[in-house]
């Protein structure tokens, strides 16, 4: 079964910096792409950045240049790597695998079909 498990969520000053992690378990990047999403209080949740197993990344546009997704070397943990935090980037952050190889899908979270709990970001002076 697709396991998920997130951490390093955390309370960050602007332009600080956070790193995410999801430990991730029984799926096939052959076949799936992991991803970071987020969500706050009345939106929709969308897609943060995606990886597949080739390494082809999707950033959303409003973190392109401050947030990094890379893959461990056993690529069973993706990380996120956030720098520049700013206060709008505060939101709920949740790991997730889906069964799509495209990863500009991941512009919202309707193609994935596994989820962590979340992790929470909080970014305030």
Sequence with gaps: QVQLVESGGGLVQPG???RLSCTVSGFSWD???VGWFRETPGK???GVSCINGEGSTYYRDSVKGRFTISKGDAETT???QMTSLKPEDTAGYYCA???ITNVQLCYWHYGMD???KGTLVTVSS
């Design 31 to 33: 076949h799936y792409i």
């Design 78 to 80: 993706v990380y996120l």
């Design 44 to 46: 929709e949740r969308e």
């Design 97 to 99: 695998v889906g069964d």
């Design 114 to 116: 596994y989820w962590g």
């Design 16 to 18: 600080g910096a956070l």
